[in-house]
């Protein structure tokens, strides 16, 4: 693939809206966020792609079910262009896709932030509305290189309610808004919020606390987007590759129509 300037901006012309879904820790569910809510805004006619940029544990690919699919390289006036993966409307791009099934990958800061890089400025992404881009958790080489070199209209941050993920989540939000930074944070996604056992539907359960994604986004002075209970269906349905659409719940598909809702709306006014 082709070698771009490790401080040179990307430009991704075709490409209106950039958000980036982001967590302070892992397991609070942010890859369900980002690869669902990408799925919503493709549904409601959006042109969407979704960027993988957790090169060390990438899990869209097994998420949208393509984790064996290969994309095509193009050539075109010596440069390699790489053709995205295209399901449930969604374009995706992960360096799980270049990955030997079952290996590590092994890389520094440096060469992470290359390749991530590289992935971005080589891929045809072509006319879209929202690329989506799935961060690794924390605060590290490939969080700041992807706000460093791209145009982005705005983050989202994904927690549980319990105080440990909400310290950690505030971390995240700290980076956004560091003053050479300044992404603007368009709100907080609280996910687990609450369990409810399927024979007793009235019943709620807050299994890691209540009132954490409040908390934070009253803290950050940002909407609290959507609270989405811990529910069976969005992990079964996300290790068979499927999205919350296929799910029979329809508070939880209301739920993320209403998130992709807010998004589009909130970028709108800022346009």
């Given at each position: ?15 209106k809206n ?72 969604v374009k ?36 879209l509305d ?142």
């Amino acid at each position: 693939m082709n070698k771009p300037n490790p401080f040179e901006k990307i430009d991704l012309p075709g490409v209106k809206n950039i958000i980036v879904v982001a967590s302070g820790k892992g397991g609070v569910g942010k890859s369900t966020v980002a690869a669902n809510l990408a799925a919503a805004l493709a549904r409601d006619g959006f042109r969407t792609a979704i960027f993988d940029a957790d090169l060390y544990g990438p899990s869209i690919p097994l998420m949208f079910g393509v984790q064996y699919a290969r994309p095509e390289v193009a050539h075109y006036q010596g440069k390699e262009t790489i053709i995205p993966i295209e399901k449930y409307g969604v374009k995706i791009i992960s360096i799980g896709f270049f990955m030997v099934s079952n290996k590590s990958l092994i890389w520094r800061g440096p060469a992470a932030s290359a390749g991530l890089a590289q992935l971005l400025s080589d891929t045809e992404w072509g006319e879209l509305d929202y690329l989506i881009i799935d961060f690794p958790p924390g605060t590290g080489d490939i969080q700041l290189t992807t706000i460093q070199r791209l145009n982005l209209s705005g983050a989202i941050l994904v927690t549980t309610p319990q105080q440990m993920a909400v310290a950690d989540a505030r971390k995240a939000a700290d980076m956004f808004n560091t003053k050479l930074i300044q992404v603007p944070i368009l709100g907080v996604v609280e996910n687990m919020a609450w369990f409810t056992p399927e024979k007793h539907p009235n019943e709620k359960y807050y299994l890691f606390g209540n009132g954490g994604g409040q908390q934070l986004a009253d803290q950050l002075q940002v909407p609290l987007l959507v609270r989405i209970p811990l529910v069976c269906d969005a992990c079964e349905l996300g290790d068979t590759g499927q999205t919350i659409f296929a799910s029979k719940d329809r508070i939880l598909i209301g739920l993320f129509e209403n998130l992709a809702s807010q998004v589009s709306q909130l970028l709108a006014t800022t346009v």
